[in-house]
């Protein structure tokens, strides 16, 4: 009963290095979510996919881009990591985009940039 | 804009004590509202929610009333665990699946 599985769980990068952090579950849902979480600031939405083959903004979206590979993954990508971008990155996926829908969330990625 | 604001953590009880965590949101519709519990080295789990003004959400003891005359989604419970220990996010969405709002999360520490 794995529910939404994110890797990998720690990366340390140097400033202006790339990275992909990878996301998968297996709940069969539709939609899907990337978050960063900041101290006393909450989760903030990066990217959203609302469905297989769809992708948008949320609400801090620079510095990123995503790829929805297929229904089941989502992945988070860096081009040139900057150390504002040291956060814990959190996956999540609900069933459809609509309705007070119960996010399943990953365990987190702890990304830090140096 | 629409936002989430919960009390300053951290919050430190003692087992069996009475817990309250206040949160309030501004809005410009209706949103549904929703606690977020986050234990060590986890993701974020459902708590509970509500989707309407006067709705009462619970589960494993806790609880929260939507209050739209004040706006208001604290959440409750009479008796905590150490097992409670955990952070607490407080969220609300317009009926958009898993874009969620958050507050900055409370954390709470209950000590035997």
């Known amino acids: 009963n794995a529910g939404v599985t994110q890797t990998p769980k720690f990366q340390v990068l140097k400033t202006g290095q790339s990275m992909t952090l990878q996301c998968a579950q297996d709940?069969?849902?539709?939609?899907m979510y990337w978050y960063r979480q900041d101290p006393g600031m909450g989760l903030r939405l990066i990217y959203y996919s609302a469905s297989e083959g769809t992708t948008d903004k949320g609400e801090v979206p620079n510095g990123y881009n995503v790829s929805r590979l297929n229904k089941r993954e989502f992945s988070l990508r860096l081009e040139s990591a900057a150390p504002s971008q040291t956060s814990v990155y959190f996956c999540a996926s609900s069933a459809r985009d609509r309705g007070s829908t119960e996010a399943f969330f990953g365990q987190g990625t702890r990304l830090t940039v140096v | 804009g629409d936002s989430v604001t919960q009390m300053e953590g951290p919050v430190t009880l003692s087992e069996e004590a009475f817990l309250t965590i206040n949160c309030t949101y501004t809005a410009t519709g209706y949103p549904s509202l929703f606690w977020y519990v986050q234990y060590p080295g986890e993701g974020l789990q459902l708590l509970l929610k509500a989707t309407k003004a006067d709705d009462k959400g619970s589960n494993k003891g806790f609880e929260a009333t939507y209050r739209k005359e004040t706006t208001s989604f604290h959440l409750e419970k009479g008796s905590v665990q150490v097992s409670d220990s955990a952070v607490y996010f407080c969220?609300?969405?317009?009926?958009?699946?898993?874009?969620?709002?958050f507050g900055q999360g409370t954390e709470l520490s209950v000590k035997p």
């Open positions: 969220a609300l969405t317009y009926n958009q699946g898993g874009k969620l709002i």
């Open positions: 709940m069969n849902h539709n939609s």
